[in-house]
């Protein structure tokens, strides 16, 4: 035995299980076993309202730790006592322990927020689950221990659980199903029309009604009638924090206690955000950064992205990695199965190319047949290439044809024109900005796949080669029409750009840094634009809808549902 990990065998599978189960994960396990599976096995969390404040109320019990043993046991109260039973394989800290004076008979007393409901019993089956176990534990540890208490903060009530033998079994119970669970290393299936999805704050992580939707529809054979819109919508529409971009020579980013401020060399101090608003630091050309700055970004789980002064990707700095070993070794099986990679592939390339017809479908006042048919069906031809290089062909087919009408798309009365795509470097002002455009969408997607889990450099489609975040590239695929190319459209048709924002070099065309501050408010309002999911029905914004993606991606990897569903406009 390792530490305190013990490896099991079982299942023709081996998984590594903690020899103890924290007495909180038993309570997660009661609610949900999702849940449970998620934070514990998975280590992920979210913080909402409900748990951000269900800490805040247990600073006081907190806030002062004391060791105890039965022999030394003569105090009333022992508050934050952190104690573990090997034998009952639970690991607990336990809020506040009472004892009767004598040193022998004692009462754990669990804090929780909130009011104290009003059913049989006075308390939910997590909570007296926890607290029993939490008892088993005490009486491992040589005390006498029958009974618990609730305390709910809000109402000031105490609730007193028996420690009967029903609820005894119950506990043993759960503790050997959440270990099976754990060795068998299958995330439990979501909980079907729940309540108790309400209030979860792994809704956004786990997608319960859309993976359940999903399953559905499979089971259908991939039809939607009557499934559209008949979800919850569970994940907020928006991200509260938001990316920062600072850009240019000249800058300096400092922390002042929870403000990242933003200083010119000329100006003085330009800009300041609350660290706890934002998503990312995007730092464009010789920007410094201050270390107590680069070290507070990382342990929030802030990245900060380093791009050259034309917008190439160099670096990003982040804290730990996700520790979700679990997906990145089936990302790796998958991405070595040519027949698995090329279903996602499949899907991705098609998922573009619908929504390529849909673009130009609501915004080419031609309406041109030849090329809306044309579009549909190589999408069609691409949901059913045999392999990676027909479907390579069929990509290139449709960029010729797509690309061929963009032009349709920008006002005839404008200065500015399309003919066709090239890049590296871009020859005119509408391939520069797609450039720009592509480059800080790829970034997106890949700071998007770093937060889910995944290894953003080995892809399914993309292949992979030195340097190249092939994922990324794989996922952002969807969304280059509706994203890049139609904040392009935006930008050039509400003149928003004009021909002084563009240099001319000896090879090609570049953006003047105000041009590069103006593509990306363009691009920032246009992630932020809700839209209505084509799948799930509900309000969502773009940069949101990526996060989906990334997250349904996983649930596929994991055998949840079997096809991933590319995101695609109708
Ligand atoms: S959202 Fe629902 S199914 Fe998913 S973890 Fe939370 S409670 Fe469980």
Not at 382 to 408: D, M, P, T
Not at 434 to 445: F, G, H, P, R
Not at 551 to 564: A, N
Request: overall charge positive; aromatic content about 8%.
């Amino acid at each position: 035995m390792a530490g305190d990990w013990l490896v099991a065998e079982n299942l023709g599978s081996k998984a590594e299980v903690p020899d103890l189960i924290p007495a909180r994960m038993l309570s997660e396990f009661a609610y949900c076993p999702r849940l449970c599976y998620i934070e514990w096995i998975d280590g992920e969390f979210q913080d909402s309202e409900d748990t951000a404040d269900g800490r805040y109320q247990h600073r006081r019990v907190d806030s002062k730790e004391d060791t105890v043993s039965q022999d030394e046991f003569e105090s009333v109260h022992a508050r934050s006592l952190f104690l573990t039973g090997p034998k009952v394989g639970i690991t607990c800290r336990i809020d506040l322990l009472e004892g009767d004076g004598d040193g022998e008979k004692v009462t754990p007393v669990d804090y929780k927020r909130g009011e104290a409901p009003d059913i049989p019993g006075g308390a939910y089956e997590p909570d007296r689950v926890q607290l029993c176990a939490q008892g088993q534990v005490l009486k491992e540890n040589g005390f006498q221990c029958d009974r618990g208490i609730v305390y709910f903060v809000r109402s000031k009530k105490r609730v007193p659980i028996a420690f009967d033998k029903t609820l005894v079994q119950r506990t043993k119970d759960l503790i050997s199903d959440l270990r099976k669970v754990a060795e068998k290393r299958e995330m439990p299936p979501p909980l079907q029309d729940s309540p108790k999805c309400n209030r979860c704050s792994l809704a956004g992580i786990c997608l319960p009604d859309e993976v359940n939707l999903l399953k559905e529809m499979e089971a259908k054979g991939g039809s939607e009638k009557g499934l559209f819109g008949k979800i919850r919508k569970l994940l907020p529409s928006r991200d509260d924090a938001m990316p920062v971009y600072v850009i240019g020579h000249g800058h300096t980013v400092r922390k002042k206690g929870d403000i990242l401020e933003i200083w010119s060399r000329d100006e003085g101090k330009v800009k300041e955000a609350r660290l706890r608003e934002i998503s990312q630091v995007n730092l464009y050309g010789a920007v410094d950064i201050s270390t107590p700055a680069v070290i507070d970004l990382m342990q929030r789980g802030i990245p900060v992205l380093y791009f050259t002064r034309g917008g190439w990707f160099q670096g990003i700095s982040t804290g730990h990695t996700h520790k979700n070993v679990e997906l990145r070794m089936r990302q790796f099986e998958w991405a070595m199965d040519r027949k698995r990679s090329l279903s996602i592939a499949r899907a991705v390339v098609a998922g573009k190319i619908k929504n390529c017809r849909t673009l130009i479908r609501r915004n080419d006042a031609e309406q041109p047949k030849q090329v809306l048919e044309t579009l549909d069906k190589l999408s069609g031809d691409a949901k059913n290439a045999s392999n990676a290089e027909r479907l390579l062909g069929i990509e290139g087919a449709a960029a010729e044809v797509y690309f061929g009408r963009l032009n349709g798309l920008l006002k005839s009365e404008n200065e500015f024109s399309f003919e066709n795509r090239n890049r590296r470097p871009p020859k005119d002002p509408v391939n520069a900005v797609l450039s720009y455009l592509y480059a800080v969408l790829a970034k997106e997607m890949f700071v998007t796949l770093l937060a889910v889990g995944f290894d953003p450099y080995l892809g399914f489609y993309h292949r992979p080669r030195y340097g190249r975040p092939a994922l990324a590239l794989d996922m952002m695929e969807e969304f280059r029409p509706f994203v890049a190319d139609s904040t392009m459209i935006t930008l050039f048709n509400k003149r928003e750009l004009t021909d002084k924002d563009f240099i001319q070099t000896g090879i090609g065309v570049s953006l003047t840094s105000k041009a590069k501050k103006k593509v990306i408010a363009g691009y920032e309002r246009q992630m932020e634009t809700e839209i209505t999911h084509p799948l799930f029905g509900y309000t969502v914004s773009y940069r949101r809808v990526l996060e989906v993606q990334a997250r349904l991606l996983s649930r596929v990897l994991f055998g949840e549902i079997k096809e991933y569903p590319a995101f695609s406009r109708r």
